[in-house]
């Protein structure tokens, strides 16, 4: 196994291990958002960072996944560069850069409108990389 690979598939692991320890709807929801991050975008990789955030890219950062009592924040580190016609994001509208999307426990994410905003933030990664 390549190391790339092992530092994939330990990352993997432990987002897998986060979400078995929030054990509520936290935990549901922030695996429903994973596998639709992951159906929008077949080679992201998956990484922990910050005292074990999950993180998602793919030419760059796509999106973040913290967990809080009241809500799982899917923030994305170029959110203000996208365009969000369902208007899913909801949260830190303010900044130059991020946005980010707050789901509370019940609330149900347009999951095609959300798959396109992940595939227009790896295109807007991507696009940039290869502009350099």
Known sequence: MAKDEAQDQAASELIDAKI???G?????TLARMRALIR???SDVVEEVKWRGVPVWSHGGIICTGETYKSVVKLTFM??????DPAGLFNSSL?????????????EVVDEEAFKALIRDAVALNTSRSKSR
């Open 24 to 28: 509520d709807w936290r935990g549901a």
């Open 78 to 83: 170029k959110g203000a560069s996208l365009a």
């Open 39 to 41: 159906e929008a975008d």
């Open 94 to 106: 303010e900044g130059n850069a991020r946005r980010a999307i707050d789901i509370r426990e019940g």
């Open 20 to 22: 078995a320890a929030l």
